[in-house]
Each structure stands twice: as structure tokens, then as C-alpha cells.
Nanobody
């Protein structure tokens, strides 16, 4: 079994920053590609950012590129998402996910372990 647990969500005003963290346990700690996805009400789950191992190559969606930064610490088994210059359109439930793929993949069905998600709300 493997689990992922997110933390760090909350309510902020537009322009503010938040840092999300995802803690991995069990087989989710293996050095596979980790990613963040988000889902807003009434919308499909959307890829946000991913980071692979061991090269730690990163990939971002166009909507967050330049504002969000993904990082990982394999010693601590965590993956963080630093979100700067937040916009109301960033409001969603953010979930971290793990996949055995060692290259970055952006389709949700390619990820086999998911966290419960954490709510991020950005007010105008």
C-alpha cells in the first residue's frame, strides 16, 4: 500500500502565495514521477505540474508556468508546490499523485496513487 497526504491549502486573496506539501508513505515513497493536479467545481481534473526522478525534470501547464514551482525531497518523501501570484481561476481542490513512469506524464489515468486533496480558494 502507498498513500499520499496533502496539506497547506486555504483561502487567500488574489496575488498572494501558498505552499502545498504532499507526504508519501509506503510504496508511494518510491522514486517515481510525482505530480499535482487540480479540479475546480464542474470541471475536469487538470494537470498542474510534475517532477520526475532522479533527474528532477519538471513540467508545468501553460496556465501556471512562471507562477508555480514544484520540488521534491526524497529524503523526506515530500513533494511541494509553491504557488505565487495566485488568481481566482486557481481556485480548486489540489491533489498530488504518483506514477511508476520515470518520465513526466500529464494524463490522470497514468497515475496510480492519489491523495485526498486540499482546497485552495483565491478571492478577487
Amino acid at each position: 500500500q502507498g498513500q499520499l497526504a496533502e496539506s497547506g491549502g486555504g483561502l487567500v486573496q488574489a496575488g498572494a502565495s501558498l505552499r502545498l506539501s504532499c507526504a508519501a508513505t509506503g510504496r508511494a515513497t518510491r522514486s517515481h514521477t510525482k505530480a499535482w493536479f487540480r479540479q475546480a467545481p464542474g470541471k475536469e481534473r487538470e494537470f498542474v505540474a510534475a517532477i520526475n526522478w532522479p533527474r528532477k525534470s519538471t513540467y508545468y501547464s501553460d496556465t501556471v508556468k512562471g507562477r508555480f514551482t514544484i520540488s521534491r525531497d526524497n529524503d523526506k518523501n515530500t513533494v511541494d508546490l509553491q504557488m505565487d501570484r495566485l488568481k481566482p481561476d486557481d481556485t480548486a481542490v489540489y491533489s498530488c499523485a504518483s506514477t511508476p513512469w520515470t518520465v513526466v506524464v500529464v494524463i490522470p489515468r497514468d497515475y496510480d496513487i492519489w491523495g485526498q486533496g486540499t482546497q485552495v480558494t483565491v478571492s478577487p
